[in-house]
């Protein structure tokens, strides 16, 4: 192993009396073009290009003498640090961080952002990176080359929200760009930049609580706390959205139940299809999910908007119903079919989410829906809910079961590995 292994993070800006006496000692330096080429490197010093960090790690493991990895920003903030801190190069590092690209970026925009999420698109994640900017109102993406502004702006279709472009932060090239979504597509962006997603109608819900967590808490800030909320939490309790009786806000017994099956986490997108007033849909975005909620209901799709925003989260409404409705949105990672029928089922199915859940409203419906799940190639379950709600006896402390207990068909899949 290498006799001393130093980490320096560099912003562009003189380096540190420490980075710079590191540097000058070094027998091997690892790091990007640009930086091998700016920086003081000595002539005699052995030069990686710092592209696959783990055969880097595994050449600085087998050098002698001193070696130093150059990286941007605080390099163990979604940085190098936590490949070449892995058990298998055996490696022991000092790191010399720098401000972090990220940091960097709301500077330049004049933002504060102790309350926004922070993604890389590296290894492959830029639709979830683009679900976590659906769902959220202030977002740090750290790009990559082929997955840049452009292309996360083409995964954010019909979302408005405002970029931050900042190219080459820290360099004589540095160029900070501010345009809306729609644009950003039109352009050629340079390698490496920061990208900033704000906007979204969930924003001043964050503003209000912000201050001391950073990031933003499951549950969110200023919603009450819990979740499969009473019914009358809702705007739209109480309501019947078709003939067949299908409540506006499903039973909060129904609603724990379809969430579990649902699994909804940051980084993922949910269907909600046949959504109601959208209590499921909001509560599956308070989870952090990004939220889809279809409704052929135009009063049910404004009380839908009203009860996002009294829980500050951001779920997408999409006026319509049946099969052809579903055609122009984004992949699933989870669906519910809350109403709709057998046709939209199949629909959903044919898109291919991870979970899936459906409330079918009499039991032939259901055995022709669990047919179809397991026809498509999910593992098939379900139950029969029963709430019986308890009520007082007498004078004393005892209960007993009340009237007016309801049942509800929950059927779920979860697609066979």
């Known amino acids: 192993m290498a006799d001393r292994i130093t980490v320096i993070g560099w912003d562009g800006t003189p ?22 080429n700016a920086l003081p490197v000595p002539e005699s010093a052995e030069r990686i290009t710092l592209g696959n960090v783990r055969q880097a790690a595994r050449r600085i493991a087998e050098h002698r003498g001193a070696a130093v990895v150059v990286a941007e920003g605080d390099p163990g903030f979604f940085g190098v640090v936590r490949t070449l801190r892995r058990p298998e190069f055996g490696l022991e590092l000092e790191v010399l961080p720098a401000v972090s690209s990220v940091a960097a970026a709301f500077a330049r925009a004049g933002m504060p952002w102790e309350d926004a999420q922070v993604v890389s698109v590296h290894g492959g994640r830029l639709r979830r990176a683009a679900n976590i900017c659906r769902a959220h109102p202030k977002v740090a993406v750290l790009t990559a080359p082929g997955a840049g502004p452009a292309e996360l702006a083409l995964m954010l279709r019909g979302v408005h929200r405002t970029f931050v472009v900042c190219e080459a932060l820290g360099t004589p090239d540095e160029d900070v760009t501010v345009l809306t979504s729609d644009r950003i597509a039109d352009h050629v962006w340079r390698d490496p930049n920061v990208v900033l997603v704000i906007g979204g109608g969930a924003q001043a819900a964050v503003d209000e609580a912000a201050g001391w967590l950073a990031g933003r808490p499951v549950g969110y800030p200023g919603a009450e706390r819990g979740w499969a909320l009473p019914g009358d939490a809702y705007a739209g309790a109480g309501r019947a959205e078709d003939e067949a009786g ?35 849909a909001v509560e599956a975005a308070r989870f952090g999910a990004a939220v889809v909620a279809v409704e052929g209901s135009r009063s049910a799709c404004a009380r839908l908007t009203v009860n996002a925003r009294r829980y500050g989260v951001e779920v997408e409404t999409v006026y319509g119903s049946g099969p052809e409705v579903l055609g122009g949105l984004p992949e699933p990672d989870a669906a519910v079919v809350e109403s709709g029928g057998l046709d939209v089922v199949r ?71």
């Not at 380096?15 to 073009?33: I, K």
């Not at 506006?248 to 980084?267: D, Q």
């Open 347 to 417: 629909a959903v199915l044919a898109r291919r989410p991870e979970r899936f859940v459906a409330l079918p409203r009499t039991l032939a419906e259901a055995e022709e829906v669990h047919r179809a799940i397991a026809g498509a190639g999910y593992r098939a379950d379900g139950a029969l809910l029963q709430e019986t709600p308890l009520r007082p006896v007498g004078e004393g402390d005892g209960l007993a079961p009340g009237a007016g207990g309801t049942g509800a068909l929950v059927l779920w899949g979860e697609q066979i590995v």
């Open 15 to 36: 380096l540190t009396e420490a980075a710079g006496a590191a540097l000058a000692a070094a027998t091997l330096v690892a790091g990007a073009p640009y930086q091998l």
């Open 246 to 280: 299908a409540p506006e806000v499903l039973p909060a017994h129904v609603r724990a139940l379809v969430l579990a099956r649902l699994g909804a986490r940051p980084g993922d997108l949910v269907w909600s299809v046949g959504a109601g007033s959208g209590a499921l």
